[in-house]
């Protein structure tokens, strides 16, 4: 027991402490201040981005004033920078490799950088670059007519990007675009929120190159008309420095989730699909536990959601990791079909493609999709079983397809367990008017006789 002398000395104690922790608090608020910037570099406003940032102290706020600035603007301690938005505030990279670089990699352990307001653009690679950093958020801006250096082709070479400050040891595999428009590589807790990504070679790449890109998420943003490659992709890439075989592991994009963005119109020239998780085949990839869910993906060149994972047992190589990906609640339509080694007969919805490599993909998750205007709604080649279920499969042509032995596959052991789905009309697969199944090893009874969602999606018919 404690004397009441005592228990005035410790309560005292725990006051003072946490009067300290009190005072220590409002001394970290106290110390982080607000720069300003304008162009004329008046009324105590610095005239340059990137002075600014010269200048700032960590949790310094800088707020951008309207105007436009030709700049590329190197960010490396935790800083928040705050455009007027309104399409007022510019960073113009004209001429050079991006409009912001958000630099984990020289500065290691970065963290709590915000990016709002802005519009990047016309920058000769990405607009906006993360390397090796940590609660990145990038919301409420304008992404528009990036990669905008000539002479960049799809190579499918491991190198190629050129080797100027930002690129080149960041980058493998990205030899037509250098990374798009917003680039995520070994980043974690990021938010990329709000914003407007158009005319870009691609729209957000999550990679893998210096470090496990895991727990970011991607929501409300609109990523429409880039031509050459996907509106969002997750993609596991060889590390930096392991370009040749024998290929190093991959570090991994895992755990990230993509959630009600808008996706349209993207990849149409080359080939990119609305979503896409990949691995490019340099090396045992991995992305896994990552979560589609709830985006509108339409009229994109590669199909609404496509998995890809290109090598495996089937060459004697190891297998890629593409195991618990969930896709659910997306409305899906009006995609072009997929191509090659993961081809289809026709446009696609969703593609889960082992291509011609034998890599199972497991654990998927295909669940209460909209799925219109497809030749094939959902396609699948894995030597696995994949579970899809409570999804509206209303193309009116084929609801569910095997699609292994028109990738020419060299292993064609999965089962497709295509039970409780809605097929168009309460008869099921091959009814009137119903989409109906293709291929081997398909389950579809029982069925649903009325629509999981689209009586009550907004968009549907």
Same mark, same amino acid.
């Given at each position: 027991?404690?004397s009441?002398?005592?228990?005035r000395?410790?309560?005292?104690?725990?006051?003072?402490?946490?009067?300290?922790?009190f005072?220590?608090g409002?001394? +970290?608020?106290?110390?982080?201040s607000?720069?300003?910037?304008?162009?004329s570099?008046?009324?105590g406003? #610095?005239?340059?981005?990137?002075?600014a940032?010269d200048?700032?102290?960590?949790?310094d706020?800088?707020?951008?004033q309207?105007?436009t #600035?030709?700049? #590329?603007?190197?960010?490396?301690?935790?800083?928040?920078?705050?455009?007027?938005?309104?399409?007022?505030?510019v960073?113009?990279a004209?001429?050079?490799?991006?409009?912001?670089?958000?630099?984990?990699?020289d500065?290691? @352990?970065?963290?709590?950088?915000?990016?709002?307001?802005?519009?990047?653009?016309?920058a000769?690679?990405?607009?906006?670059?993360?390397?090796?950093?940590?609660?990145?958020i990038?919301?409420?801006n304008q992404?528009?007519?990036?990669?905008k250096?000539p002479?960049?082709?799809f190579?499918?070479?491991?190198?190629?990007?050129?080797?100027?400050?930002?690129?080149g040891?960041?980058? %493998?595999? $990205?030899?037509?675009?250098?990374?798009g428009?917003v680039?995520?590589?070994?980043?974690?807790?990021?938010?990329v929120?709000?914003?407007?990504?158009?005319?870009?070679?691609?729209g957000v790449?999550?990679?893998?190159?210096?470090?496990?890109?895991?727990?970011?998420?991607?929501?409300?943003?609109?990523?429409k008309?880039?031509?050459?490659e996907?509106?969002?992709?997750?993609?596991?890439?060889?590390?930096?420095?392991?370009?040749?075989?024998?290929f190093a592991?991959?570090?991994?994009?895992?755990?990230?989730?993509?959630? $009600?963005?808008v996706?349209?119109?993207?990849?149409?020239?080359i080939?990119?699909?609305?979503? @896409?998780?990949f691995?490019?085949g340099?090396?045992p990839?991995q992305?896994?536990?990552?979560?589609i869910? @709830?985006?509108?993906l %339409?009229?994109?060149?590669?199909?609404?959601?496509a998995?890809h994972?290109?090598v495996?047992?089937?060459?004697?190589?190891?297998?890629? &990791?593409?195991?618990?990906?969930?896709?659910?609640?997306?409305v899906?339509?009006?995609?072009l079909a997929?191509?090659?080694?993961?081809?289809?007969?026709g446009?696609?919805?969703?593609?889960?493609?082992?291509?011609?490599?034998g890599?199972p993909?497991?654990?998927?998750?295909?669940s209460?999709?909209?799925?219109r205007?497809?030749?094939?709604?959902?396609?699948?080649?894995?030597?696995?079983?994949?579970?899809?279920?409570?999804?509206?499969?209303l193309?009116?042509? %084929?609801?569910?397809?095997?699609v292994c032995?028109?990738?020419?596959?060299?292993?064609?052991?999965?089962r497709? &367990?295509?039970?409780?789905? #809605? +097929?168009?009309?309460?008869?099921?697969?091959? @009814?009137?008017?119903?989409?109906?199944t293709?291929?081997?090893?398909?389950?579809?009874t029982? +069925?649903?006789?009325k629509p999981v969602?689209s009586s009550?999606?907004?968009?549907?018919?």
């Amino acid at each position: 027991m404690h004397s009441a002398f005592e228990k005035r000395s410790i309560h005292g104690t725990a006051m003072l402490a946490l009067c300290a922790i009190f005072v220590v608090g409002l001394s +970290w608020s106290a110390a982080a201040s607000t720069l300003c910037v304008n162009p004329s570099g008046s009324n105590g406003c #610095y005239s340059k981005i990137q002075v600014a940032v010269d200048h700032a102290a960590i949790n310094d706020v800088i707020e951008v004033q309207p105007g436009t #600035y030709n700049e #590329y603007v190197i960010i490396g301690i935790p800083l928040s920078l705050l455009g007027a938005g309104d399409d007022s505030t510019v960073i113009d990279a004209t001429g050079l490799a991006h409009g912001i670089f958000v630099n984990g990699f020289d500065h290691l @352990g970065l963290h709590d950088v915000t990016i709002a307001g802005l519009t990047v653009r016309n920058a000769l690679f990405e607009g906006i670059l993360v390397v090796s950093a940590a609660d990145v958020i990038i919301r409420d801006n304008q992404i528009v007519n990036n990669d905008k250096s000539p002479g960049l082709l799809f190579t499918g070479a491991n190198t190629g990007c050129p080797d100027q400050p930002g690129n080149g040891i960041y980058e %493998t595999d $990205e030899t037509g675009d250098c990374g798009g428009a917003v680039h995520l590589v070994g980043t974690v807790d990021a938010i990329v929120s709000g914003n407007l990504i158009t005319g870009n070679a691609d729209g957000v790449l999550i990679s893998d190159e210096t470090g496990e890109s895991r727990g970011n998420l991607l929501t409300h943003n609109v990523v429409k008309d880039n031509p050459l490659e996907c509106g969002i992709v997750l993609a596991s890439h060889p590390p930096s420095g392991h370009t040749t075989p024998p290929f190093a592991p991959h570090h991994g994009v895992d755990n990230n989730t993509v959630a $009600e963005n808008v996706s349209s119109g993207n990849g149409v020239q080359i080939g990119g699909s609305g979503a @896409g998780l990949f691995s490019d085949g340099a090396g045992p990839g991995q992305v896994m536990n990552n979560v589609i869910i @709830g985006n509108q993906l %339409t009229s994109n060149g590669l199909g609404g959601v496509a998995l890809h994972t290109h090598v495996g047992p089937a060459f004697g190589l190891p297998p890629d &990791d593409m195991d618990g990906n969930v896709i659910i609640g997306n409305v899906i339509a009006g995609n072009l079909a997929d191509q090659f080694d993961t081809k289809t007969p026709g446009s696609v919805g969703i593609n889960i493609n082992s291509g011609d490599g034998g890599t199972p993909v497991r654990g998927t998750v295909i669940s209460r999709n909209i799925i219109r205007d497809e030749d094939v709604d959902i396609a699948v080649n894995t030597p696995a079983v994949v579970n899809l279920h409570l999804n509206d499969l209303l193309g009116g042509k %084929t609801g569910v397809a095997d699609v292994c032995a028109l990738d020419s596959s060299k292993v064609c052991t999965g089962r497709i &367990d295509a039970t409780e789905n #809605y +097929w168009g009309c309460p008869a099921g697969p091959g @009814g009137p008017e119903c989409s109906t199944t293709s291929g081997s090893d398909i389950r579809f009874t029982p +069925w649903l006789q009325k629509p999981v969602l689209s009586s009550s999606d907004p968009g549907g018919n």
